[in-house]
């Protein structure tokens, strides 16, 4: 069974400048999930679809990040303007759907912004 | 914020010994997970326990919960360095999952 792929695996940007990541879930999970994980710390939830719907956006800043879901199927998450805080490790995941907890994540997509 | 914070922030111990790290978290739960992050690498689920269970055991792991005191542990026993690693824990808060800080062990050959 494939996992969860994700690309770029590295971005190297400057400040200002835009960048967009790209998730592909398991097949036939209706959940999709986009966490930021900040060195050190634990990964935090930035967005949670159910199918093409959005479940919860609260902690997304969306003044610059924006995501969306295809189809109910691959999802693309964006930022634009970068800062410098936004440097960090962007973890998708996903799971057979909301009811069902355990996650399957993704190697992940490191930003660096400088 | 944080729903749960793991305690020690990290842990150095011999191969052979057992590792243990405690997870705190705040609000009533459903379940609660386990999860393993190498370095510079994904998340792997590693067991789950449901709010009505106190221990699970999966191979050299033992879990416990404690829903009164909103704690739960993680006992990896009989260490071997490839066990090295961040270990997490999550809750459901109440349909999402809410990581803890983590804890990062290293496990001396």
């Not at chain 1, 610059?64 to 964006?78: I, N, Y």
């Not at chain 2, 609000?27 to 067991?47: A, E, F, K, P």
């Not at chain 2, 459901?92 to 804890?103: A, R």
């Amino acid at each position: 069974e494939a996992g969860v792929a994700q690309s770029p695996r590295y971005k190297i940007i400057e400040k200002r400048q835009s960048v967009a990541f790209w998730c592909n879930p398991i097949s036939g999970h209706a959940t999709l999930y986009w966490y930021q994980q900040i060195l050190g710390q634990g990964p935090k939830l930035l967005i949670q679809f159910q199918n093409n719907g959005v479940v919860d956006d609260s902690q997304l800043p969306k003044d610059r990040f924006s995501a969306e879901r295809l189809k109910g199927v691959d999802s693309t998450l964006k930022i634009q303007p970068a800062k410098l805080e936004d440097s960090a490790v962007y973890l998708c995941a996903s799971s057979l759907d909301v009811q069902a907890p355990r996650l399957f994540f993704g190697e992940g997509s490191r930003l660096t912004v400088l | 914020s944080q729903q749960g914070e793991e305690d020690p922030q990290a842990l150095s111990i011999q191969e052979g010994e057992n590792a243990t790290m405690n997870c705190s978290y705040k609000t009533s739960i459903n379940n609660l997970q386990w999860y393993r992050q190498n370095s510079g690498r994904g998340l792997v689920h590693l067991i789950l326990i449901r709010s009505n269970e106190r221990e699970k055991h999966s191979g050299r792991l033992r879990v416990t919960l404690d829903t009164s005191k909103k704690s739960s542990s993680l006992l990896i026993t009989a260490s071997r360095a490839a066990d090295t690693a961040s270990y997490f824990c999550a809750t459901d808060y109440p349909d999402k999952l809410i990581f803890g800080t983590g804890t990062r062990l290293q496990v001396f050959p």
